[in-house]
């Protein structure tokens, strides 16, 4: 069997070479890449913009930009033919490519958000380091813990309030740096699919502009989300652990989620959401109006066979619902929470319908193909671009994030008791 | 010369040097050839005379025997398109299997559809179109591959470096001609390479040698005595798919609108 050939259905008439070769991971990578670009921009509006009622939700998206990092590479790893040569793209770039630019474009941001994470953590390396130092008769994992911290101050020590003045300065540089960066990083993993002319679907200028707009939308719903999530699972722990200890502060005691801040973000993403939906109904507009040779088949596409994807799914309920929750006047967590999650499923299928919807027509315009998702694998091949292997690029976010909180704490309790 | 001032001096020869330098651009082999006018002097082009093929699908069974593509997989490097354009100005197109096998009925394959009767009274005319690789003058393919793995060589033809593809499909994407696929064994981009292991020798392709009616012919077109390029240069030849600018060298005699 060829690659392809297990989840592809033809109909009518389609070149023989032509299966959907793309699949879930190539749906996953601009979806996650999304959330990365647009969880810093979103921790870039209280570091350069000076919003400082976003103070909070600013330093988790931060952390979680960086935990999401490394699983946008994923994706594309595991949809390559040959996953052990991946590493060439880096190494001999052909750089007529749109996907050789990807190296630069992902390290550099890499460097960014990393180095703009030390310069917010630094502070806290240099106590726990000091703190780790004093302390008499250390356990393994303490002294474990203090060799890492005292190698994360990469030799600065100095927190003296001159020295704090600087970083928080260089902070600020690092934010600045890396709103165009994320918007390049993203706006580039559009660019992939806009250029690729023999691509009717994709084939569009406007494809960067698109992808960034959705991105900021996706990464500010994640970020939202998560902040909320974990603010009353620490609500719920604070509860529990009570029990046993009642000299623990109540959850009345600590910080919950923080309205304005749910509303000042729920303001960005709305700004965003209209601008994603103003492109992509531009583009819609001009294909309709223009009747390029390919409209037919697009049209016969998008009107028909993937109505309810698009129109239902993606712009009604992912779109416009989620648009009215977040407009009505008095909103709450709850809402918050449902509008979110319907955002960051209409963006996931705003990436399905172009990048399945895009090879669900044949480059002759004269047959479809369907792509059956595989569900149960029975082979490797069926495992890596099915649901499965699409859950495991889902889930590996939040496992790097649990991760990374244990050295960049999100969340410090100490402020509050 | 104390330090400061021999840095203070560097500095200047440095960016005065700067300006002269950004004027030179870095040398390209390949421009440095076009400037000594020495280009190569062979470019195929492959002829293909619709008006001779008979779908006998000789040319599919051929190349993939030639070129180690499994008889039983579903890709293959070359085909054979079956055209029925009925009175009423709907056109059934199919190619069951690439035509490997020919085409052994007179039913239009379509795909999960099934197969569609099209009465002969109904029709109006019917042809078939073989296909292959139009090594194309400005290859998209070879554009868009982000580690140089599959190139064009000085003779026009775009081959792929199977020790070096890294299988992410974005050329099989970047074809408008749909004549890409994955090589089931070596996991790499495969594609048709006018059979460069044997025109390179003096010989013609698998396909070329294959087909019985003369309906697929090889040159070059850099030969004004190559009748290929004669009928070229002088016969009325249309080429697929202009429109994407890719430049494709596989001519069509009697090439028919309908053809996709």
Redesign the interface.
């Known amino acids: ?5 297990a989840w592809t ?11 959907i ?2 699949t879930i991971q190539i749906v996953m990578y601009p979806f996650m890449t999304g959330l990365v670009a647009g969880a810093f921009v979103l921790s870039s509006l209280y570091h350069v913009f000076g919003i400082k009622q976003l103070k909070d939700i600013a330093r988790f998206s931060l952390v979680f930009s960086f935990a999401l990092l490394p699983v946008a590479m994923i994706p ?1 790893q595991l ?4 996953p052990e ?2 590493i ?2 880096m190494l ?3 750089f ?5 630019a ?1 190296g630069i474009a992902f390290s550099t941001y890499g460097m960014i958000v990393a180095s703009e994470l030390w310069f917010v953590y630094r502070k806290h390396f240099v106590e726990t380091a000091q703190a780790l130092g004093a302390k008499r008769d250390k356990t393994i994992p303490e002294r474990g813990q203090q060799l890492l911290f005292s190698l994360l101050t990469l030799g600065a020590w100095d927190i003296s309030e001159q020295a704090l003045a600087r970083d928080e300065k260089a902070v600020k540089v690092m934010a600045t740096a890396g709103i165009p960066v994320a918007c390049l990083l993203h706006g580039y993993a559009g660019f ?1 699919f806009g250029s ?4 009717a679907l994709w084939t569009t200028p406007l494809m960067p502009f698109i992808f960034i707009c959705s991105a900021v939308v996706s990464g500010i719903a994640l970020c939202v989300l998560c902040y909320i999530a974990t603010m009353e699972i620490r609500k719920l722990m604070v509860a529990w652990k009570r029990k046993s200890d009642p000299s623990l502060p109540t959850p009345e005691e600590i910080r919950t989620v923080e309205m304005f801040e749910v509303t000042m973000t729920a303001k960005y993403l709305v700004l965003a959401l209209l601008a994603a939906l103003g492109l992509e109904l531009l583009d819609l507009l001009f294909r309709d109006y223009a009747k390029f ?1 390919s409209w037919e088949i697009v049209r016969s596409l998008i009107y028909g066979k993937d109505f309810v994807n698009v129109f239902v799914i993606q712009y009604g309920i992912g779109n416009l619902v989620p648009l009215a929750l977040f407009l009505l006047p008095r909103l709450t967590v709850r809402r918050a929470v449902v509008a979110t999650l319907l955002v960051l499923m209409g963006v996931f299928m705003m990436r399905w319908n172009l990048v399945i919807g895009g090879q669900a027509f ?6 479809y193909m ?1 792509y059956e998702l595989p569900i149960i694998p029975h082979d490797i091949e069926t495992f890596k671009e099915g649901l499965l292997g699409a859950l495991l690029v889902g889930v590996l976010p939040f496992i790097f994030f649990w991760g990374l909180n244990k050295i960049f704490p999100v969340f410090k309790c100490e402020d509050t008791h | 010369m104390n330090r400061r001032d021999f840095l203070k001096n560097s500095i200047t020869v440095i960016a005065g040097l700067a300006v002269p330098l950004s004027a030179l651009e870095l040398i390209s082999p390949r421009k440095l050839l076009a400037t000594k006018g020495d280009e190569s002097p062979v470019r195929w082009a492959f002829l293909v005379d619709t008006q001779a093929c008979v779908g006998c699908g000789f040319c599919v069974k051929a190349c993939k025997t030639e070129n180690e593509i499994p008889h039983e ?4 490097r070359t ?1 054979v ?1 079956r055209y029925v354009v009925t009175r009423k100005g709907k ?5 069951p ?2 035509a490997r096998d020919g085409f052994t009925t007179d039913r239009i394959d ?4 099934g197969f569609r009767e099209v009465k002969a009274e109904e029709i109006e005319k019917a042809f078939f179109v073989p ?1 292959l690789c139009n090594q194309c003058d400005n290859p ?1 393919c ?7 793995a599959t190139y064009q060589t000085p003779d026009g033809v775009v081959l792929v470096d199977r020790k ?7 050329c ?11 090589n ?1 064994a070596y ?2 981009a495969e594609k048709c390479t006018f059979c460069y292991h044997r025109i390179s020798q003096g010989m013609k392709t698998a396909c070329v040698d294959a087909c019985p009616f003369g309906a697929r012919k090889i040159g070059n077109l850099r030969d004004p005595d190559d009748p290929v390029t004669k009928t070229i240069m002088s016969g009325r030849v249309g080429v697929l798919k202009e ?3 890719t430049k494709p060298q596989v001519y069509y005699l009697a090439l028919s609108r309908e053809v ?1």
Request: aromatic share 12%; charged share 15%; glycine share 8%.
């Open positions: 069997m060829v690659h392809g050939e259905l033809k109909e009518l008439f389609v070149y023989p070479n032509e299966y070769y793309w594309l949809h390559l033919q040959h040569r991946g060439e793209v001999t770039p052909h007529t490519s749109a996907i050789a990807f992939i690729v002319k023999a691509n040779s044949s480059a002759s315009f004269s047959g369907h | 997989t579903n890709i293959t085909w398109e056109t059934y197109v199919d190619s299997r690439g379509q795909g999960e559809e296909k998209a070879v554009q868009v591959c982000p580690v140089g070096h593809c890294i299988g992410c499909a974005y099989i994407m970047a074809c408008p001609y749909g004549v890409r696929s994955f089931p996991k790499t429109q994407y600018g996709k």
